[in-house]
């Protein structure tokens, strides 16, 4: 990791926007069948595009360098921005992004030891 942190902006707004996605999609599918309007249950996601596309290139900098305390910032993130009714849905996604991140900064240590 890099001593110094280069915070993990971009990285929330790539989230934002997959969760938006996740969101609408959810939303869309409640009635069992898709309309024409369901089209504004992506509006959110539609609204994330250019900030997730701006930052993109810093996303796996960020990814990589995500310490403890940012952690928790993400699972705060995912808590506050998105009113996920059901908590274990809300568990199950924040234990699966802190999941990933732990994968991808391991796969990166062991890439970098096997380099030497």
Known sequence: M????????????????????G????????DGKWTAGDFFNFIPAVTCIPNAV?????VAKQLLDVDETE???LKKFVEDEFNIPNDN????????????????QGSKEIYDLIKE
């Open 71 to 73: 952690k928790e910032e």
């Open 54 to 58: 701006d930052g993109f290139d810093n």
């Open 23 to 30: 969101m609408g999609y959810a939303n869309s599918i409640k």
């Open 89 to 104: 849905i809300e568990q199950a996604i924040e234990k699966g992004l802190l999941m990933g991140i732990t994968i991808v």
């Open 2 to 21: 890099d001593s110094e942190n280069i915070g993990i902006k971009d990285l929330k707004e790539l989230i934002g926007l997959g969760l938006h996605i």
